[in-house]
């Protein structure tokens, strides 16, 4: 007759099954805990280097994009006025940093042609079409660097005159899905600069935002008004190559950058270009005014 274990050892094979159990859920909620724990930063460079004209909000947009980046914990900014880091050339001083450190670049209304040599020039375009890194050009990122078509190329344009200059400009919303945009209404009123761009398409970019050309005083701009189709984007997004392109004329007065919806766009543009979210660059016709 077999006899069943004494009561004692079933006790320990029971206690033995719970101490694995337990070491197993240990174990996965560890790993899983692991698994969740926030990636490395992203890291921004923004730009602020003027050799044109000089807005009094270059410091407002630079410490605008800072300040998102540290509020939401998604990245971390270096602000330079110097281009000394667009390379990708080791930059022979003590902790200096060069593109390859970076995930996105912002240009906070740059003028002019910017100190950018012909290499660096090439690796900023390497950063941003080959490496797939991020693009945000504020304002007057399209008031620069004319010498240089591939620029305007990888931006969508250029600068060509602001016809109703600081005004109550009526603003329309193109794409309510995009995540920079998605938070304006269908129709709204910004005081700000808005830009009339030259050598630009709708047919390249996706249009986001334009100016309600239904709206607009044409005889107070008079012959400053230069695309006969009437069509002023303000915020689009497009690629260049892998990477990706956010572009504004929002933000030239100093007070744009305390306008919550000013800082959501560029909080959202800024993590669509870091990858963080998706949004179309599909080009498209201009939508019926609201
Ligand atoms: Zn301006």
């Known amino acids: 007759m077999i006899s069943s274990p004494p009561e004692a050892f079933v006790n320990i094979r029971r206690i033995s099954a719970v101490l694995a159990a337990a070491a197993l859920v240990g174990w996965i909620v560890h790993y899983g805990a692991l698994a969740q724990t926030p990636p490395v930063k992203k890291r921004v460079l923004v730009i602020g280097q003027t050799k044109g004209f000089e807005h009094d909000s270059v410091p407002d947009a630079m410490a605008a994009i ?41 240009f906070a209304s740059t003028t002019g042609e910017l100190d950018l040599d012909d290499s660096q020039k090439a690796d900023m375009m390497t950063f941003i079409k080959d490496e797939g890194k991020g693009f945000v050009g504020i304002h007057a990122a399209l008031d620069t660097l004319y010498k240089w078509p591939e620029y305007g190329e990888m931006t969508g344009g250029w600068f060509n005159d602001h016809p109703w200059g600081t005004f109550e400009a009526p603003i329309v919303l193109e794409d309510p899905s995009f995540p920079a945009t998605k938070h304006f209404a269908k129709s709204f009123v910004k005081k700000d ?98």
């Open 66 to 106: 800072y300040n998102l980046g540290k509020k939401s914990g998604l990245w971390e900014t270096y602000i330079r006025t110097d281009t000394e880091w667009i390379t990708k050339k080791k930059v022979d001083r003590g902790n200096a940093k060069n593109l390859n450190y970076f995930d996105a670049l912002v």
């Open 193 to 290: 600069e808005i830009y009339q761009a030259k050598d630009w398409s709708r047919d390249k970019v996706n249009v986001l935002l334009r100016l309600n050309e239904n709206k607009l005083d044409y005889q107070k701009a008079g012959d400053r008004v230069h695309r006969a189709d009437h069509d002023f984007a303000v915020a689009w997004a497009k690629t260049y190559g892998k990477g990706r392109v956010f572009y504004s004329t929002l933000g030239h007065t100093k007070e744009a950058w305390d306008d919550p919806d000013i800082q959501t766009m560029y909080l959202e543009a800024t993590k669509w270009v870091l990858g963080m979210t998706e949004g179309s660059t599909a080009s498209h016709a201009k939508t019926p005014l609201p």
